[in-house]
């Protein structure tokens, strides 16, 4: 198949650097393994993602079967991810000329506002689309309120998509109570979870330091819980400590407000010498900071899928994570680690001593963890189901629903 993948802001080819910043995370990782997959697979793929930079190709061939086509919508620089709505009427008309010289057999959209662009452009040409919102809005606003910056349009376009898209791929099961509720057909979503790249992140010895070790790593935004872990350590006995990856480059680690939220909270909370923040960490380096933990913890208020546990099973180390989202679909509790309330210091504090006080139970649940992510979320396996809802929604083009009115990217917020 000859499949177009669009990702407006997060460009597969950000996956291998710069990772840990607000705006750049888990989409990056799982478009780009995505599409190495399928194109392992015989596919043939482009990934449409909006120029930010005006020295880079139009078009880079990233891996055989595998090219990135830099789209010029809105200034060729970074802007916040919350700004690029008012360019995707310019990223669709792109990907319409495009689309028309060289038709896809499918689309599949990342991100709504990916789903924004794509769709009118699709229609066009009756090309079926896909769409995996990766995080919905309506969770977010419930989550965040006021302090929510997405434009305010948002819920009301992925209601609409969700209601004329071919298929919404829900990545875990809870995202489809909420595609109901947003008034997606329930048969209309398929529930296909991300994937962990079982051969980069391995399992490995730990060091022989007799530190308790607990490593959380995320983009460092408030929704991702390190407070909680932060408030948790100065529960556990002073033996133990917490390593913070994600956030600035660590040059700039002085400069960045939440980590100066955080190191404030860890100087209230008593255990400022026994947390270390090391900024945004490469993912080359991230497999040996996995296997430096007896815990990863990772514990957001939510969490639409979760790549972090994930990769922390497959270095074999247990988690400790909130059961929301997607994390509570990959950790099993009590088998990988454990399962802990959201926001809930004292349950994180109680799930991680459980680990330190009983080393073998730990290392049982990382074993555990390592075979969960092997026959559960190896890309393979994961590009595979996404093979199948492709042909479905191929198969359906004859019935391709009517656009929606509401979705041509100029209606007002
Ligand atoms: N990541 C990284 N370096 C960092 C922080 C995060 O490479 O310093 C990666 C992490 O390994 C994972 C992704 O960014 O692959 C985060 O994905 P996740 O789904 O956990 O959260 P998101 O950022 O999408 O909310």
Redesign the pocket.
């Known amino acids: 198949m000859r499949i177009a993948m669009v990702s407006e802001h997060a460009s597969p080819l950000a996956a291998s650097s710069g ?2 910043g607000a705006d750049a ?3 990056n ?1 799982a478009v780009r393994a995505l599409a190495l997959a399928l194109a392992d697979a015989g596919h043939e793929i482009v990934v449409h993602t909006r120029r930010a930079d005006p020295a880079v190709p139009r078009r880079v061939a990233m891996a055989p079967g595998v090219t990135v086509d830099h789209v010029d919508a809105g200034p060729a620089r970074e802007l916040p991810k919350d700004d690029l709505v008012d360019h995707m009427d310019a990223f669709s008309a792109d990907l319409a000329a495009c689309w028309a010289d060289e038709t896809p057999d499918v689309v599949h959209a990342h991100f709504w506002m990916s789903g924004l662009a794509a769709l009118p452009a699709a229609r066009a040409l009756r090309v079926p689309v896909v769409q995996t919102f ?1 995080a919905l809005g309506s969770v977010k606003r419930r989550h965040q309120g006021a302090d929510d910056t997405s434009p305010a349009r948002r819920v009301a376009v992925e209601s609409d998509l969700g209601a004329s898209v071919d298929r919404v791929l829900a990545t875990c099961h809870e995202e489809v109570d909420e595609l109901v509720a947003l008034g997606v057909p329930a048969e209309r979503t398929t529930v296909v979870p ?1 994937g962990v790249d079982v051969a980069h992140f391995t399992p490995g010895a730990r060091g022989t330091d007799d530190v308790f070790r607990v490593v959380s ?3 460092l935004v408030p929704r991702k819980g390190v407070d909680t872990v932060i408030a948790a350590l100065a529960r556990l006995p002073r033996d133990s400590e917490l390593v913070v ?3 600035p480059r660590p040059e700039r680690l002085d400069d960045d407000p939440e980590v100066a939220r955080l190191r404030a909270l860890a100087r209230t909370v008593g255990v400022a010498d026994r947390v270390h923040f090391l ?5 080359d380096a ?1 497999p040996a900071l996995y296997r430096s933990a007896d815990a990863v913890a990772c514990v957001p208020a939510y ?1 639409p ?4 546990p994930l ?1 922390a099973m497959a270095c074999g180390r247990p988690v400790v994570a909130a059961a929301v989202g997607g994390l509570a679909d990959t950790v099993v509790d009590g088998v990988t680690g454990h399962h802990v309330p959201a926001g809930d210091p004292g349950a994180v504090a109680a799930a991680l001593e459980r680990l330190r006080a009983d080393p073998r139970a730990a290392r049982r649940c990382g074993r555990a963890g390592r075979r969960r992510a092997e026959t559960e979320y190896g890309w393979d396996r994961v590009a595979a189901a996404h093979e199948r809802v492709y042909g479905e929604v191929v198969l359906g083009r004859a019935a391709v629903p009517a656009l929606s009115t509401a979705l041509t990217t100029g209606s007002p917020a």
């Open positions: 990772l840990g995370g888990g989409q990782v990766h991300c790593v995320s983009r990856a994600g956030g900024g945004a960490v490469g993912h991230l969490e899928f979760g790549l972090v990769e």
